[in-house]
């Protein structure tokens, strides 16, 4: 009896171990059709536009990034608790790091660079 029970267990365990990860992945899902799409993204001045491009590749988040300075892969991606971060190498090797709250098609944050930081607005199109 004891054996059928330790074996009831562990197959109960394992059921709700896939149920979980199951109902993680439709989560991360749901989350990251927060963030899909393209965005039209300005420093807060009007100084800069940005163009964003966040989709899937291969099942995985990614992301182009294009600017006056040109167009580069985003490196370092995550979202994460409706956080965007990202990082882009542009015209003659300038690294500029952004993060960004997303929330109802809107983002709001900071782009860093060695000059400092400046704040930043976008929308999603439609």
């Not at 899902?29 to 963030?35: I, N």
């Amino acid at each position: 009896m004891l054996m059928k029970l330790r074996n009831f267990a562990t197959v109960f365990a394992a059921a709700l171990f896939v149920v979980t990860l199951s109902t993680a992945g439709a989560a991360q899902t749901q989350k990251l059709d927060e963030l899909l799409g393209t965005w039209d993204v300005k420093m807060e001045d009007g100084a800069r536009e940005f163009v964003f491009e966040f989709f899937l590749k291969d099942g995985k988040l990614a992301g182009k990034y294009s600017g006056s300075s040109g167009t580069s892969e985003m490196a370092d991606l995550t979202f994460t608790d409706n956080t965007v971060k990202f990082r882009v190498t542009v015209g003659n090797g300038m690294v500029i790091d952004y993060s960004a709250i997303v929330a109802e098609d809107k983002l709001t944050g900071t782009l860093s660079l060695e000059y400092g930081e400046a704040a930043i607005t976008g929308q999603r199109r439609k």
